[in-house]
Each structure stands twice: as structure tokens, then as C-alpha cells.
């Protein structure tokens, strides 16, 4: 779909001016199609080389005090490991993201902090290590009479059991 120069200026939400530079500047080149002396431009393949062409650093405003900042960061790095703004952008879009994701899985109750997980596993072995220590002191003097050792691996199961179940209830 062929669009004059305001329409294409309209659809990218730009002035029409700004697209008139572009493409005498040649950014929009194989896009442009000459119809007498007026120009159009292919809408596809025009937003898709404004996209390649144009940087994210001309599309949005960044703050003085931001560029400074980043120009100090880059100043003494190697060339090739001075990161693309285009990527760097992406990626610290990405870890926003993936902190709200975060926070909603936090304030839903669907995610804990290790700290929490730690403490808790921490009390239930606590406990469990505590009913197996005192487990003698409560089986003995039922052992003590008994001398039939199916009676006493079943009061013995029975007591280890009985112990499992309770941190099965407590977690």
C-alpha cells in the first residue's frame, strides 16, 4: 500500500518534515516510489527500514543527565564490548518485567523468599529430629514387658508413623 508523505508521517505519529528528511537522507531507500514529482512511500517495507534505520535513541527523548552518565560508563570500555542501546534497553525492559512478575507472585502468595523456606524447613527438622529423640522415652516401658517382636515392630511402626503424620499436618 502505497501512502504520500503526510499519511506515512500520520501513521508513524511523526511530522511530516521528519519523514521528508528521512528520505532524502536515504534511510527510507527501495521504499520510496516517485509517481511525476510527487513521492510515496510502500507502508510495510517503509516502517520496517524506520525500524532498522532509526535508532531508539531519535525515536525516544533520553535525559541529558542520563547520556552523561552512560558516556562516563562507556568511556573506558573496549569498543567491541560497549553493549548495542538498543539491546541494553531490551534487556533492562525485560528484568522490569520479570520484577513485577515477581511482585505479583509475591502478593498473590504464590512466591516466597528462601528466607522464608529456610526458616520454615529449619523448625519442621527441628521438630522431627525432637519427636524421633523422645520416641525411646515413649515406647520403652511398653517394651519393657513385651517379648513378642511382632508386637513390638508394630507399636514401633505405629509410634514413627504417628510421628511422620504430625509435620504432614504442620506443613
Request: hydrophobic share 40%; aromatic share 4%.
Given at each position: 500500500m502505497l501512502?504520500?508523505?503526510?499519511?506515512?508521517?500520520?501513521?508513524?505519529g511523526l511530522s511530516r518534515q521528519r519523514i521528508s528528511k528521512a528520505v532524502q537522507m536515504g534511510k527510507l531507500e527501495g521504499a520510496v516510489v516517485n509517481r511525476g514529482k510527487k513521492k510515496f512511500i510502500d507502508k510495510d517495507l517503509g516502517l520496517e527500514l524506520?525500524?532498522?534505520t532509526t535508532p531508539i535513541a531519535h525515536k525516544v527523548n533520553?535525559?541529558?543527565?542520563?547520556?552523561?552518565?552512560?558516556?562516563?560508563?562507556?568511556q573506558d570500555m573496549p569498543a567491541d564490548q560497549i553493549p548495542d542501546f538498543n539491546i541494553s534497553r531490551a534487556k533492562n525492559e525485560f528484568y522490569k518485567a520479570?520484577?513485577?512478575r515477581i511482585q505479583v507472585l509475591q502478593q498473590?502468595?504464590?512466591?516466597?523468599?528462601a528466607k522464608e523456606v529456610e526458616k520454615k524447613s529449619f523448625e519442621l527438622a527441628v521438630g522431627i529430629r525432637e519427636a524421633f529423640?523422645?520416641?525411646?522415652?515413649?515406647?520403652?516401658n511398653l517394651f519393657a514387658s513385651e517379648t513378642d517382636a511382632?508386637?513390638?515392630?508394630?507399636?514401633?511402626?505405629?509410634?514413627?508413623?504417628?510421628?511422620?503424620?504430625?509435620?504432614?499436618?504442620?506443613?
Open positions: 501512502l504520500s508523505i503526510t499519511d506515512f508521517a500520520k501513521v508513524k524506520w525500524d532498522k533520553i535525559p541529558t543527565q542520563t547520556r552523561e552518565e552512560l558516556k562516563k560508563q562507556v520479570e520484577l513485577a498473590k502468595k504464590e512466591l516466597i523468599s529423640l523422645t520416641l525411646p522415652d515413649r515406647v520403652s511382632t508386637a513390638i515392630d508394630g507399636v514401633l511402626r505405629k509410634e514413627i508413623h504417628s510421628c511422620l503424620e504430625s509435620f504432614v499436618e504442620a506443613a
